[in-house]
């Protein structure tokens, strides 16, 4: 199972980038988003079922930030809109299947390899 995560890059604060996540081997229960700010712990951000059907969402992101997924193409996407320079981190695509721990890096078994995203002030 490969995860390739890509879309970052560097914009002015509320400008908008758009990530994706393209999952090799098999669909998972679960695919998240989590991120990680210089000197801080890996942060949760936003989760979303296998249909679609049910997403979830970090307070900090919450009516900025839309995941999606395609399941055709087993990919999930982080649609990041008003960003803000608190928003600057690495942002890192997981995948797994147990539902209940959506919010946690518990939740999953597979990461990929992390996509940086800078906002300037």
């Known amino acids: 199972v490969q995860l390739q995560a890509s879309g970052g890059g560097l914009v002015q604060a509320g400008g908008s980038l758009r990530l994706s996540c393209a999952a090799s081997?098999?669909?998972?229960?679960?695919m998240g988003w989590f991120r990680q700010a210089p000197g801080k712990e890996r942060e949760y951000v936003a989760a979303?079922?296998?249909?679609?059907?049910?997403?979830w969402y970090a307070d900090s992101v919450k009516g900025r930030y839309t995941i999606s997924r395609d399941n055709a193409k087993n990919t999930v996407y982080l649609q990041m809109n008003s960003l803000e320079p608190a928003d600057t981190a690495v942002y890192y695509c997981?995948?797994?299947?147990?539902?209940?721990?959506?919010?946690?890096?518990?939740?999953?078994?597979?990461w990929g390899q992390g996509t940086l995203v800078t906002v300037s002030s």
């Open positions: 979303i079922n296998l249909s679609g059907s049910s997403t």
């Open positions: 997981a995948a797994g299947d147990r539902i209940g721990w959506y919010y946690s890096t518990r939740g999953y078994d597979s």
């Open positions: 081997g098999r669909t998972f229960s679960i």
